[in-house]
């Protein structure tokens, strides 16, 4: 009983060994058929791997030449790009130079340009200055024009009275006894020489006599004679007439005023006469005589 029940139990150990044989023999065969698709897989993989790898050292090798012409390139753009630092410094050394030396010229030529400025603001201002000047000579060039042509007038006047007046005192005069260095003086009540007629006061005439023969010496009688231009004599409270000869011919003359004078061979005589009233403007003759003719004469103008 005890055998059989041994069997037994040894046969249901052994079918439950074939049972997990069975069961494990199939999970054998399951995981082998897994690992042989898995090795399959693995297999294409490594190839797909392997491939790749080839494609990436090919990679590689054309990267590693591309760097190495970039790392030569690099090189050279070292070089090339210290080139051009150097370059762009010195440009910018000799821009800052010509910023500040163009900075010191423009200042210089703003300067000159205010200058210029200035000067032809002041220019502008002469040249009206000037112009204005110019019109006013035009105007006065027409009125000396003017003036030129009455003082022609006046001078051929003048020139006719003096003719006149050395005509005769050629005719009126001694050889040996008349006056030299004949002059005449208008002045005003200060003494002051003028010619204008409205503040002649005195009238004053001066004359050398020298080499004076002794028949003409001795006292005589000096006439101061005032006449305008056509002969007349001055207006005069007291006129003095008096009669001289010359060349055995008698002459009436009128003076404003008369002298005693002691005539010696060699002197400087004068005579003064305050005028009693204005004179008016124009052309006068001033004469001395004698009883014996005509010491000396002179024209004057008073305007």
Do not use: H
């Not at 082998?32 to 790749?52: I, M, P």
């Not at 009233?277 to 005589?289: E, H, N, P, Q, S």
Request: glycine share 4%.
């Amino acid at each position: 009983m005890k055998a059989r029940q041994g069997l037994i139990i040894l046969a249901a150990i052994l079918g439950l060994l074939l049972i997990i044989a069975a069961i494990w023999g199939f999970n054998q065969n399951s995981k082998r058929k897994a690992l042989e698709a898995q090795n399959t897989e693995l297999t294409g993989t490594v190839e797909d791997l392997e491939e790749l790898r080839t494609d990436l050292i090919q990679e590689v090798d054309s990267l590693q030449q591309e760097f190495s012409m970039l790392a030569e390139q690099n090189e050279n753009l070292q070089g090339t790009l210290a080139q051009a630092q150097e370059t762009i410094a010195k440009q910018e050394v000799a821009l800052r130079n010509v910023k500040a030396q163009s900075s010191s010229e423009i200042n210089s030529l703003r300067a000159q340009i205010q200058e210029l400025m200035a000067l032809k603001g002041e220019l502008q201002s002469n040249i009206m200055a000037v112009q204005a000047e110019n019109d006013s000579l035009r105007a006065v060039t027409g009125m000396l024009e003017a003036d030129l042509g009455v003082a022609r007038d006046e001078n051929q006047a003048l020139a006719n009275i003096n003719k006149a007046i050395q005509e005769e005192v050629d005719r009126l005069t001694l050889a040996n006894f008349k006056a030299t260095a004949f002059q005449v003086d208008l002045e005003q009540k200060n003494e002051k020489v003028t010619t204008k007629a409205r503040r002649v006061r005195t009238i004053r005439t001066s004359f050398d006599l020298t080499n004076v023969p002794s028949e003409y010496q001795g006292l005589r009688t000096l006439y101061l004679v005032i006449s305008d231009d056509k002969g007349n004599p001055v207006p005069a409270t007291n006129p003095i007439k008096a009669q001289t000869v010359v060349n055995n011919q008698k002459m009436d003359i009128i003076a404003v005023k008369a002298k005693d004078v002691d005539i010696t061979e060699n002197q400087r005589l004068s005579m003064v006469y305050d005028l009693e009233d204005k004179l008016a403007a124009g052309y006068y003759r001033v004469a001395i005589y004698t009883d014996i003719g005509m010491l000396g004469a002179s024209s004057l103008r008073l305007r």
